[in-house]
């Protein structure tokens, strides 16, 4: 469903963007961020936290319209592949790194793993 909002923002993004200027568009973002970290430690309703998860979603899709607008606008057009695909492989790279690193923590500490079953 996280899908459809950053859908939405997508749609939106370039009139709410002009609207707001991109300068405000990433401070209200970022606002945005920290207040949907802290719904999702202190809230107990799922409607508040719907609405910081809708809030977010915009963001992501604002977010990505801006950087990659002014990413886009400060590289020299020769180096517009390049930059495009290092930040891509940054970016992948980061994403696989913290979803697999994790699991290794545990097992480099010395610390073990509950997996909730009776070990024999």
Same mark, same amino acid.
């Given at each position: 469903m996280r899908s459809g909002w950053g859908l939405l923002g997508s749609v939106i993004g370039d009139r709410l963007i002009a609207w707001v200027t991109a300068t405000w568009t990433i401070r209200v973002g970022l606002i945005i961020e920290a207040g %949907?970290? %802290?719904t999702l430690a202190t809230s107990r309703s799922p409607y508040l936290v719907g609405?910081? !998860?809708f809030a977010f979603g915009v963001h992501g899709a %604002? !977010?990505?319209? &801006? +950087?990659t607008s002014l990413r886009q606008r400060l590289t020299p057009p020769a180096m517009l592949g390049? &930059? +495009?695909?290092t930040t891509l492989f940054i970016a992948a790279g980061g994403t696989a790194w913290a979803r697999s690193s994790p699991a290794g923590l545990p097992q480099r500490s010395?610390? @073990? @793993? @509950?997996t909730g079953r009776?070990?024999?």
């Open positions: %949907l970290h %802290l609405i910081a !998860w %604002l !977010w990505t319209i &801006v +950087g390049r &930059v +495009g695909s010395g610390s @073990r @793993r @509950r009776a070990s024999a």
